[in-house]
């Protein structure tokens, strides 16, 4: 399917003469022609960094969308502006099949494409353009089919992802099937899941995520879905747990998540779900607010009346397996990842569920509220507080260290953890008391 459009873009590069990049509606790159010459004199900033992240940035996409590219139906021209990036003009092609858009060709303009004419307004178009259009027609005709088998597998996965226990064997066999119907899976290769999170769901009609070597179906599912206690969560359903069916006092709807299923080479070699992630959390769907309960580093929410500040989205990888029934529990461990990825930036943004520490177990407690010696401290008030108790237990107890990554002095961490036993009215000397303190301080941010 990446030789078809390939082969598409470069009929279109030929009969116009110019380089030419194809791109999803989300602005994911999928093919570019040859750019013949020195870089610097034929490209621009904007489409150098496309071709080398493979995607371009929300706000060249928000900058180009202004033009009217989603709407229109005909090619158009985008002129250059240097202070954008964008130093050489451009026509666009948009990409449509039955009056949907699914992408775009992009044609750099060095000039010699000033005077062609592109239809419109009674006009008829050049003949290049003509032939252009129809090549682009053929182009969204094959992103429309992919788009509809994609659709198919992110259904049959998140039926999977949320089946009951008794109902995964029929979930996975319906998956496996599919999957080697669409030709992308061979039974007994080594799979594993990614969670992104969170995950923009508002654009109900936005194309599913870019085509990438090793990515078989993605969906989106609430950050609290899964099958656990004979719950059963629908993509679109929102449930008042705060984690895996286990019931809390959070009556907010979870966050949603993306669930990525990745092709691996071997059980032992995670690097191709590395990519995808890395590709994921490129999205501008990605990272479109705080996860649910989310607070940020120092305050850690308390009440303040005012919601925490977006952060950017995380993504958890889970163990590799060969068993599709094994899915819905590397989901589990993919999105705990990913929750301690986004709670905890040193993790992230790209975490293993096997590399995640003390949080494998933080990620798999109830989502109760915070234990009520540790509630005053969690106050924004206390802010300072709380960071300088988290920062000691992180250091073992060792006061020179842990006033050396604060940057205070000794003496000052000595008031500070003194406040902090007062308030919470636990012994910082005592195992089993710094034990809570820890656990709670670290729980309260997921």
């Given at each position: 399917?990446?030789?078809d ?44 960094r ?8 929300a ?5 180009f ?22 130093f ?32 419109g ?33 992110a ?94 006092p959070?009556t907010?709807?979870p ?5 990525a ?168 000397g ?17």
């Amino acid at each position: 399917m990446r030789g078809d459009y390939q082969q598409l873009v470069d009929e279109i590069s030929a009969a116009l003469g110019a380089p030419a990049t194809l791109e999803d509606r989300d602005f994911g790159l999928i093919a570019f022609g040859a750019h013949e010459g020195d870089d610097d004199e034929v490209m621009d900033p904007v489409r150098t960094r496309s071709i080398l992240q493979r995607r371009s940035s929300a706000a060249v996409r928000a900058w180009f969308e202004a033009f009217g590219i989603a709407r229109a139906k005909t090619a158009l021209r985008i002129p250059p502006d240097p202070a954008a990036g964008v130093f050489k003009g451009r026509i666009c092609l948009p990409v449509r099949h039955r009056g949907i858009v699914h992408g775009y060709v992009w044609l750099l303009d060095d000039g010699h494409l000033t005077d062609l004419e592109l239809g419109g307004r009674g006009a008829p178009p050049d003949p290049r353009i003509a032939q252009a259009m129809e090549t682009a027609a053929r182009i969204g005709e094959l992103l429309a089919d992919e788009a509809r088998a994609g659709s198919e597998l992110a259904d049959l996965l998140r039926e999977l992802l949320v089946a009951r226990p008794g109902e995964q064997p029929a979930a996975a066999a319906a998956l496996r099937d599919a999957l080697r119907d669409s030709l992308r899976f061979t039974p007994g290769a080594p799979l594993t899941l990614v969670a992104v999170l969170p995950w923009d769901t508002s654009d109900t009609d936005a194309a599913p995520p870019p085509s990438l070597p090793g990515l078989l179906a993605a969906c989106a599912l609430p950050a609290g879905g899964g099958p656990e206690d004979g719950a059963v969560v629908g993509a679109d359903e929102p449930e008042p747990t705060a984690h895996h069916g286990r019931t809390g006092p959070a009556t907010r709807p979870p966050v949603p998540a993306l669930a990525a299923l990745v092709r691996l080479r071997s059980s032992g070699a995670p690097a191709p779900a590395h990519t995808v992630a890395e590709h994921l959390l490129r999205s501008p769907r990605a990272g479109s607010g705080p996860a649910e309960g989310q607070a940020p580093r120092g305050g850690r929410g308390g009440g303040s009346g005012h919601p925490p500040p977006p952060r950017p989205a995380a993504a958890g990888i889970g163990a590799a397996t060969r068993e599709l029934t094994d899915l819905p529990a590397a989901w589990r461990e993919a999105l705990d990842a990913a929750r301690a990825a986004h709670a905890e930036p040193r993790l992230g943004p790209i975490t293993r569920w096997d590399a995640i520490g003390a949080y494998r177990m933080l990620t798999a407690l109830p989502g109760t509220a915070p234990d009520p010696a540790i509630g005053p401290l969690l106050a924004p008030a206390h802010a300072e507080l709380a960071r300088t108790a988290e920062v000691f237990l992180d250091c073992a107890g060792q006061a020179s260290r842990t006033a050396q990554v604060l940057g205070i002095h000794r003496q000052t961490l000595y008031y500070r953890l003194g406040r902090v036993e007062k308030l919470t009215g636990l012994d910082l000397g005592d195992g089993e008391h710094r034990l809570l303190l820890h656990m709670a301080l670290k729980a309260a941010r997921l």
